[in-house]
């Protein structure tokens, strides 16, 4: 004859259970919440275009930025963005360390590239 082992579950028991679960769903919520606290960041990052990488020199006068260029479709926006770094257009900039990569200097000089640029491709094709 087989043994069936049959275990009597009491209330202490079911209380205990009710306390790991609360505890399981909180712990999960606090996951979810960090998860969800990373990729908000991670978005942010990305969509303002990544943050230039930046080096100084020993007088910490200028620096040496790479940084995206600013996408085209922004450019001749009030509020230009910078493009993803995985698109491979790289600025590489040296001069004073406040240099903004989406200030006005910079928007002017890119404007003036893709204006060049796209002149140039015009008179190529004539």
């Not at 995206?68 to 993803?84: N, Q």
């Not at 890119?110 to 190529?124: C, I, K, S, T």
Request: with cysteine.
């Amino acid at each position: 004859m087989k043994k069936v082992w049959t275990e009597v579950i009491t209330t202490r028991d079911c209380l205990r259970l009710g306390e790991f679960t609360n505890r399981f769903k909180e712990m999960c919520t606090v996951l979810w919440v960090l998860a969800a606290l990373a990729m908000s960041s991670t978005a942010l990052s990305a969509a303002e275009g990544n943050v230039p990488n930046k080096e100084a020199d020993a007088s910490a006068q200028y620096c040496h930025l790479k940084f995206p260029a600013i996408t085209e479709e922004s450019l001749f926006s009030d509020r230009p963005v910078l493009k993803s770094s995985s698109d491979g257009d790289i600025i590489d900039f040296y001069g004073p360390c406040n240099f903004d990569p989406l200030g006005k200097e910079s928007v002017l000089k890119q404007r003036a590239d893709l204006q060049r640029e796209r002149r140039r491709q015009y008179d190529n094709s004539n």
